[in-house]
């Protein structure tokens, strides 16, 4: 009879324990595998023409706003400064399918970057759509490029251009169309952001404008931070993957 009292106040001890032993063992991995970038960072900028991509890669590589880009279709490569590490951007466009299967089995990205404007909604919608099916269970990401799967941890919705379109009202005095239809578009896109879960991905979204350089860095720098957590962490925030 005292053995069968005993038991429930063993287990809690045992339980406490090894809650404690748990969190210690977690300090010290802390302390001497501090969280860290791959070494060969790799990030995939994909979204439809003319949101930004280019620009952004220019950013990443020279640190400041380039006015007047060339137009560019399909692939470009570049190296760009990331934080403190130097990585391999591709961009591609995202209406091209082969395109960014091409980009995904090539660099195997740590992180994609999805960027979205407040003009086009129904392409960037199509294209995210189309972004989705990829990654999901049954797409093409999950049946032909495992290696790349397996790196895969952050994907950034990142909606540009916001000197455009958050202001209320526009020079005229008039409302400003565009504030409404991107808060609309970006509730939509966050609804899919299920399909990142079965992967242990993360989605972030965050908003910007390259030409103002409000929110860039802190955008990459979220982006980062996800990539450098250890991948039990990881796989918790994408588990609960809440946009902030
Ligand atoms: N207003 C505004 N224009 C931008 C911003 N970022 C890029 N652009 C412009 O958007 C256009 C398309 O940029 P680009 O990088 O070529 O887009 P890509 O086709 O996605 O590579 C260019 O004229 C850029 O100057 C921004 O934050 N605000
Ligand atoms: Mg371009």
Redesign the pocket.
């Known amino acids: 009879m005292a053995n069968l009292q005993m038991w429930p106040k063993l287990q809690r001890l045992c339980d406490n324990a090894l809650q404690e032993v748990n969190a210690t063992k977690s300090f010290f991995r802390r302390m001497v595998w501090p969280a860290s970038l791959p070494y060969e960072l790799t990030i995939a900028v994909g ?1 439809w ?7 952004l890669a220019y950013y990443l590589r020279d640190g400041s706003f380039h ?1 007047d ?1 060339a ?2 279709t399909g692939r470009e490569d570049f190296e760009g400064k990331v934080g403190t590490r130097t990585a391999k951007l591709s ?1 591609y466009q995202g209406e091209w399918e082969g395109l960014f299967r091409e980009v995904l089995a090539d660099i195997r990205p740590h992180g994609i970057v999805f ?1 979205v404007d407040h003009e086009n909604r129904s392409s960037h919608e199509d294209g995210w759509a189309l972004f989705c099916r990829f990654i999901s269970r049954q797409g093409i990401f999950a049946r032909k490029s495992r290696r790349a799967r397996s790196r895969l941890s952050t994907v950034l919705l990142l909606i ?2 916001h ?2 379109w958050r202001p209320r009202t526009r020079r005229d005095g008039s409302e400003n169309p565009y504030r409404k239809e991107v808060e609309e578009m970006t509730a939509s896109l966050s609804q899919q952001r299920e399909v990142f879960k079965v992967f242990d991905v993360v989605f972030l979204r965050q908003e910007c ?4 350089d409000d929110n860039v860095g802190g955008s990459i720098t979220r982006l980062l931070k996800c990539i450098a957590r250890p991948t039990s962490e990881r796989k918790q925030m994408a588990s609960s993957n809440t946009p902030d």
């Open positions: 979204g023409g003319k949101t930004g991509k280019t620009t006015k880009v137009r560019t961009t960027m540009n251009k000197d455009e404008s390259l030409l103002l």
